[in-house]
Every structure is written in C-alpha cells, then in structure tokens.
C-alpha cells in the first residue's frame, strides 16, 4: 500500500506531550497530522499540521482519516492520564486507553502502517521493589491508569507477532517518568483542566493564582519525607519520540524504553527551586498522602540512550520550571 513517507499521524497532538511531539517532528522533516477528540487537548497547540477532530475509539471516521492521509506511521498519545481519576472511573480508562488504542492497532493493520511509537508510562511499574526502575522491573500496575497502559503495550506486542507476514507491526514504547517543562520557545506547555500536577501548581502559586501549594505527604521515607519524582522535559521527550520513529523506520526491532533523567528531586526541593528561579516564596502547607502515590519514582535506564542514541539535554530541574514558567506567565496573560 502507498503511503506519503513524511506524513505520521499523532493521536492526542493537541495534549501536551503530543503537541511537542509535532513541532520536534515538523522541525525533523515530518509531516504531523493531529487526530484528537478535543475532550482535554486544546486547538491552539495544533501548529504543525492539520487538526482530524475524531476520537481514536471511532474506526470508521479514523479508517477515513487514515485514506485522505496515507500515514507512515503512528504516535500514539490520545489517552485519559489522571491517576486518581482512573481509581474512581475505571470505565472511562479502560474505554478510551484500552479500546481506544486497539481500535488504532485494528486500523493501523488495515491499512498497513506498520510502525508505532506509543507512550507509555512508569505507571506501569506500580510499587517499585528496586530504585532505580529499569525496563526489566516487574509490571505490576496499582491503579486503572497504569494498567491500561501495560494492556495496551500487550496488545502491541501481540498484533506484532500475528498477522505476518503479510502486515509487520513494530513498534516503541515509551515509559516516561514525570513530564514538565514546556517549549523553550514559549509556544505551547502544559495546560490541563484540572490541573493536578505538582510544577504547574507550584507555578500558580508563584503568579498569585493561587495562595498555596500542598505537600501530599511528609512522612515518607525519603530525605526530607517528601515523594520523589524523576522529572523529564517535555522537548526530550518529543525528541525521543522522533528518534524512536526514526529508528523504526530503519529497520529497528520492538522496544520497552524508560525516558527519564535517572535522576530524582523531592516535591520540597521542586518547590524551594521554583523559589530560587522566580525569585518569589511559595507559600507551603503540609498535607495527608495522596492516595497511590508511591514515595519514590526514579528511572535507571541508559536503554534509550544505546538504542536510540537519546540524551537529554534540558536535564536541569531548574530550566525545566523556567521553561514552565515562561509559557506560564504567557499562557495566563492570555486566558
Ligand atoms: N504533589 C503535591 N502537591 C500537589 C500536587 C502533587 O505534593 O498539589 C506531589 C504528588 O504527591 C507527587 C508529586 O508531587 O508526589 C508529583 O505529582 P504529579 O501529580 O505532578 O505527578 P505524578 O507523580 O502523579 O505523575
């Protein structure tokens, strides 16, 4: 079947991950085109490429879309993501992340694009048993959200033995730890609603948006009692993404990758760098633990790096909120 080289369409382009993705693949020769249902992406972060308003669980509307375009290939982020969310409303998790990517794995087939980067996510992990967390860690997911994601990757793995040979899916799984940061440029970041996460909260505190951040939990077993995270930015991951891509398109067989900075911060040291970079104090209140938080979340992984030749390059905590915050500030300006 003919397909347009260039052309990779990006499920949930119009998130916040996926929105960086398209503007890495633009900036690499490729053309995105976005297909999101809008229900928590924004029109405004399609930029680079056309908008396909269609929900990935509709696979006749997608078989049309996947006809007009030809793709070459598939990025898959169109998903539900609030863990706590996904506890209560398993239904809604396992209907979209669930039936939603194999309703993309069907007509992917059907139409015979064979290569798919997926984002996945540590989630999938559950409790670590060891810090770090490497691919070869058990997957033993704690809520709906985690584990919609380590079907889906089954799933993956499973229509990539079948149907040859004929049709030969391959495909990447991304597992990403704690995504923050935004566009150095100040073209699209993160906005959710709600928001829940811990940067972009501390951030609203910051522009007098809101007058505290809670610390979900003080009595952990870490330094400062505090959960730590490994923070990635957003650009590494949209550019792991695109290596990822490439890869496959060279011949490159299915993989499980980490994307993390293998290393940790706490919530009160994310916090006391917000102040150092900003130059405005957080007001802080201690709070209970959030339900299904683990204490510590730190990926240890050069797995990325050796096959796809990946290297994070806004590592730095501290550029990370700067980036967060110049979007911020432009964002809210606006809204
Ligand atoms: N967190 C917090 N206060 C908040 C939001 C988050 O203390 O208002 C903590 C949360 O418990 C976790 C860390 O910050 O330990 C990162 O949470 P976030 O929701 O950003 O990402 P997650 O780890 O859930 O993917």
New binding site residues.
Partial sequence: MSSNANTVLVTGGAGYIGSHACKMLANSGFTPVVVDNLSTGFDWAVQWGELEECDVRDGEKLSQIFKRHQPAAVMHFAAKSY?GESVEKPDIYYNNNVIGTMTLLDTMRDHGVPHLVFSSTC?TYGIPETIPIDESHPQIPINPYGMSKFIAEQMMADYSRAYGPDYNLRFASLRYF?AAGGDPEAEIGEAHDPE????P??LDVAAGRRDK?????TDYETPDG????DYIHVTDLAEAHVLALKYLQEGGENQFLNLGNNQGFS?RE?IETTEKVIGRPIKIEE?D??AG?PAE?VSGSTLAEEILGWRPVRADIGIQIEDAWRWHMKFFHHN
């Avoid at 951040?213 to 939990?217: E, H, L, S, T, Y």
Wanted: proline fraction near 0%; glycine fraction near 4%; aromatic fraction near 4%.
């Fill in positions: 863990v989630a704690n829940t996460h811990l940067i909260l501390v951040i809670q610390i979900f939990g505090t959960c730590i995270r919530v994310v709070a633990r959030r938080d979340l």
